[in-house]
């Protein structure tokens, strides 16, 4: 007869709280809570609460990960930001301000090496770079514009692409100067993005429209459309595993989300507070997070997101 230690090659442990990184499979005793826990995985994609942004606001941009995380920029009716902060998986933190306040700005990279590029009042063209404590003025892109949307790595590489107006044109970041190259076949303002300088997608607009588009660091190519088109979205993850949340349609703001597999978009469980101009960020269409935008009003709320096939503690019922 199969054994539990057979199987998973450790006996169930008694732990005063739940074990930092726990395999899949493993079950442990919580004796604090007095519960049976398991370590098992979604079935499918939710949204549960983060802490909240110091400051409310909306249109603003961000780089990172769900749990090292950047928020910059962004808007309250007439009011401009320069606020920049930091996320540690639980709270938010008060940085280093931009040098030029605005919102609608592009953004990409970690929390410690990040590009900020665009946005308005004016409409402007002004990059700054953050190397983990401040933004530095560096050049500007070569086409001002705002409601763009950015895709990258770090401080040193990156993809500005589309635009208000509308605006088709993508430009790439080698930590020094931007370079004009291959158009979106669909210009568009307030695209959601994801990816990085030679892998990224592009998808949803304004006026509402699904349109996705890849990028192989050459050229963009049309593929499936999101299910519920929409602008002023973001988006988190690589141009085969990424995640679109939030937006408006036209009539409403959504709080819908939907998974990209590298070919098609299925929608999974919908944000808690439906918003637009919202930030975000990720690494994966399996972990992400969402701050800030307007609901309205302007919310400060924070959402992280854990998708299909991530982990997750469960208590096992003993009843």
Do not use: C, H
């Not at 370590?39 to 990960?65: C, H, K, P, V, Y």
């Not at 983990?132 to 560096?138: N, P």
Request: hydrophobic letters at 30%.
């Amino acid at each position: 007869m199969s054994e539990y230690k057979g199987i998973v090659g450790q006996k169930v442990v008694s732990y005063t709280t739940d074990p930092d990184n726990p395999i899949q499979g493993q079950v442990w005793y919580n004796a604090t809570a007095n519960t049976l826990k398991l370590e098992g995985q979604t079935t499918s994609g939710s949204w549960s609460s983060g802490g909240n942004l110091n400051q409310a606001r909306t249109n603003l941009s961000g780089a990172g990960i769900q749990t090292a995380a950047l928020g910059f920029g962004g808007q309250v009716s007439s009011t401009i930001y320069t606020l920049t902060e930091q996320y540690n998986g639980s709270s938010w933190t008060e940085v280093s301000d931009l040098n030029t306040g605005r919102y609608a700005l592009g953004g990409n990279g970690t929390y410690t090496s990040a590009l900020a590029y665009g946005g308005t009042p004016p409409t402007t063209g002004k990059t700054e770079s953050w190397g983990g404590s401040s933004w530095t003025e560096v050049a500007d892109l070569n086409t001002s514009r705002s409601y763009l949307g950015g895709a990258g790595a770090s401080n040193t590489s990156a993809l500005a692409i589309g635009g208000g107006g509308p605006n088709a044109q993508a430009e790439t970041w080698n930590g020094s100067s931007w370079t004009e190259v291959g158009d979106l076949n669909t210009a568009r303002g307030e695209v959601g993005t994801a990816g990085i300088i030679t892998a990224a997608l592009a998808f949803g607009s304004y006026p509402a429209a699904g349109t996705t588009e890849t990028w192989n660091g050459t050229s963009w190519t049309e593929v499936a459309d999101l299910n519920t088109g929409r602008g002023n979205l973001k988006g988190a993850g690589t141009n085969t595993a990424a995640l679109a949340f939030g937006g408006y349609d036209g009539s409403s703001r959504v709080g819908k989300t939907e998974v990209w597999n590298g070919t098609s978009w299925s929608e999974d469980g919908d944000l808690s507070t439906a918003r637009n101009g919202l930030g975000g960020d990720g690494a994966t269409n399996t972990t992400a997070l969402a701050f800030g935008g307007e609901g309205p009003p302007q919310t400060n709320s924070t959402e992280e997101w854990t998708g299909a096939g991530s982990p997750l503690t469960q208590t096992i019922d003993t009843d």
